[in-house]
């Protein structure tokens, strides 16, 4: 069965860094674009960060630009997002997953079900 499991949330102050580690099974990982996605209350889980399988192509949210990383380690089947200089609006549930689309800041095309149970971040101003 697909796994998808996420971790390194917690709750910081703004300005500060956080680390998300999404380590995934039973995926061909290698071949896959793997994306970060963001869920806050009331909203539509959005595609936020992407990365294709050798890491040539990596696309951003225009609210995360910048500030975001996405990387990947593709003989551990994991997928990073190095989170700098947090802000408020940054607070959500992060989920990882492969994606057929390379295009951020909308649903995305999220291939595996179920979902992993996410890394909450919350972020005080």
């Known amino acids: 069965q697909v796994q998808l499991v996420e971790s390194g949330g917690g709750s910081v102050q703004a300005g500060e860094s956080l680390v998300l580690t999404c380590v995934a099974s039973?995926?061909?990982?290698?071949?896959?674009?793997m994306g970060w996605y963001r869920q806050t209350p009331g909203m539509q889980r959005e595609l936020v960060a992407m990365?294709?399988?050798?890491?040539?192509?990596?696309n951003y949210d225009d609210s995360i630009v910048d500030r975001f990383i996405i990387s990947r380690d593709n003989a551990k089947k994991t997928v990073f997002l190095q989170m700098n200089n947090l802000q408020p609006e940054d607070t959500g549930i992060y989920y990882c997953?492969?994606?057929?689309?390379?295009?951020?800041?909308?649903?995305?095309?999220?291939?595996?079900?179920?979902w992993g149970q996410g890394a909450r971040v919350t972020v005080s101003s």
């Open positions: 997953n492969a994606d057929e689309s390379t295009v951020v800041g909308g649903p995305g095309k999220p291939i595996y079900e179920p």
């Open positions: 990365i294709s399988p050798r890491g040539g192509v990596i």
């Open positions: 039973e995926i061909p990982f290698m071949m896959k674009n």
